[in-house]
């Protein structure tokens, strides 16, 4: 194997193994719920405090250009050891404590410097396949993000080995990522310039990259944090069982994403990522409005919509990524994909935190409804930028 496949491979393993911290408890939420009797808020917290971490994390981390500045494998090493540490210790707090939220805080600002960063460690083997390569990467987000999810099938009732489990994953993922190389692409920052992450919206064409990875951010994470439950609900009230549901959510988070991601990347680099959004997106918002639809549904009818659904939804997810990579200054890539990370948990934080509320006020019909907002508006913009000359910049044109 060359160096160049064997530093991609390190690179997507480590992050799957890191990320697999990202819901860690909202994959164990149905049971910590039930021990702890936890209100719907905070529960809505422990899965949208990972968010508001990452999103603090990301700010520090473009300001200080530190994607662009830093050895990156130093950079996520330091982060995912840090994320594995404040993971474990939800073992000896009380998770309906304080201190249960601000460790969550703690892990999403860790994850600030192992998503972007792996991007960016990535995006510098790339040639004519960037799509690609950056898809593997987001694969390897969704895979590591299902994997709390099978790690909770695996375990049974008991939701502190998954705990146990994500946190020797991010471990590995700290000690493994030194085994990648650096890029023949790396330039690093010529000098520190707190404003570079700026650009990405004085630019027109990445404000509108930017808005259609906003619009799939709507939905996406939302899906993700909650899928799980709704399933579990699903599934009990239909007298399937709780563990066929968490394979379902594991595999349409997953297996779904992994797939769709890669597939997603391969047509992009050929049929063009505006193109490529635009129908991925367009059958993800389908798919979230038929998920409420057929929530009474037969089991086997709604996995076969959530499996559909974790399909689409990830096929894009990549190709904002990708774009905005293409559409920066080769010395400010890592600052603008953090940037653009930045904006898009932000913008999870009200969609996770609000959804179980939307639930409450207008059942899972109404809530996978209002999701559907955002892939709309997001096909949108990337037909306004498909519209414009910059278009011609990204891979596959206007093909």
Request: with cysteine; net charge positive; charged share 10%.
């Amino acid at each position: 194997m060359g160096t160049r496949a064997a530093s991609i491979l390190v690179i997507a393993t480590c992050q799957v193994a890191a990320l697999a911290l990202w819901f860690s408890a909202a994959a164990v939420l149905p049971q910590v719920v039930a021990e702890f009797s936890l209100s719907p808020g905070h529960a809505a917290l422990l899965s949208s405090a990972v968010q508001a971490g990452f999103v603090v994390g990301t700010l520090a981390s473009a300001t200080l250009g530190l994607a662009d500045r830093i050895d990156p494998r130093r950079l996520f090493s330091a982060a995912a050891l840090l994320g594995a540490c404040s993971n474990a210790a939800l073992l000896v707090v009380p998770m309906d404590s304080p201190a249960a939220i601000a460790l969550r805080l703690v892990t999403g600002a860790s994850l600030a410097c192992v998503y972007p960063v792996g991007m960016r460690m990535v995006a510098a083997w790339a040639k004519a396949d960037l799509g690609l390569l950056i898809g593997i990467l987001v694969g390897a987000l969704c895979l590591g993000s299902a994997a709390p999810h099978l790690a909770h099938a695996m375990g049974g009732v008991e939701w502190r080995p998954t705990i146990v489990a994500t946190s020797l994953s991010a471990l590995l993922a700290a000690a493994l990522v030194h085994a990648a190389r650096p890029g023949p692409f790396w330039r690093p920052a010529a000098r520190f310039d707190p404003g570079a992450m700026l650009a990405i919206f004085r630019d027109p064409a990445m404000r509108l990259a930017l808005a259609g990875y906003l619009g799939h951010m709507w939905e996406i994470y939302a899906m993700w944090a909650w899928l799980g439950v709704f399933l579990d609900e699903a599934f009990r009230a239909a007298d399937a069982g709780a563990h066929a549901a968490r394979l379902v959510a594991f595999a349409a988070i997953g297996l779904g994403g992994l797939v769709g991601c890669v597939a997603g990347g391969l047509l992009a680099d050929r049929v063009g990522r505006t193109r490529l959004t635009i129908w991925s997106m367009a059958a993800s918002g389908a798919c979230a409005v038929a998920a409420g639809v057929f929530a009474d549904a037969p089991p086997v009818v709604i996995s076969a919509i959530c499996l559909l659904w974790g399909l689409a939804i990830c096929a894009d997810s990549a190709q904002f990524s990708a774009a905005i990579a293409e559409l920066s200054p080769p010395d400010r890539i890592g600052t603008m994909l953090t940037v653009q990370t930045s904006c898009g948990f932000l913008l999870t934080l009200a969609t996770v935190q609000g959804l179980p509320w939307a639930v409450a006020a207008v059942g899972w019909g109404g809530a996978f409804a209002m999701l559907a907002i955002g892939p709309f508006f997001g096909v949108a913009a990337m037909a306004a930028l498909r519209r414009r000359p910059e278009s011609l910049r990204l891979a596959g044109g206007r093909r």
